[in-house]
């Protein structure tokens, strides 16, 4: 089994309307999906276009790259390399509150 971190993709020129939902859906057909992550905005949470997707087995990152490269999702062309850089994207960090209120404004979060 290869490390999340070795068979991890960058999924680039993303339609702002792709979630990590329909990115598993898409990518989930070469093999099993570690973890899944759309990079957004920390203030809007709007697409930043780009996402990580890591599979468990080298194997199936190498296929989906071959054949998803280029694909067409959402009527944009996906752009695919190896992600060499998702390994801080993909890690848990136990110190990261993910709970925070979206309502909650930059100002508020500085008091």
Not at 73 to 92: F, G, T, V
Request: glycine content about 2%.
């Amino acid at each position: 089994m290869a490390s999340a971190f070795t068979s991890a993709l960058y999924v680039g020129n993303l339609h702002p309307d792709v979630t990590e939902a329909l990115l598993f859906e898409t990518f989930s057909s070469f093999g099993k999906i570690c973890s899944v992550k759309v990079c957004r905005d920390l203030i809007t949470r709007t697409s930043l276009g780009y996402a990580c997707v890591a599979f468990l087995e080298q194997l199936d990152a190498e296929r989906a790259l071959k054949v998803m490269n280029n694909a067409s999702l959402k009527d944009k062309p996906l752009q695919i390399m190896w992600a060499h850089l998702c390994k801080d994207l993909l890690e848990e960090d136990p110190d990261d509150d993910y709970s925070l209120d979206y309502d909650l404004d930059y100002e508020t979060l500085l008091d």
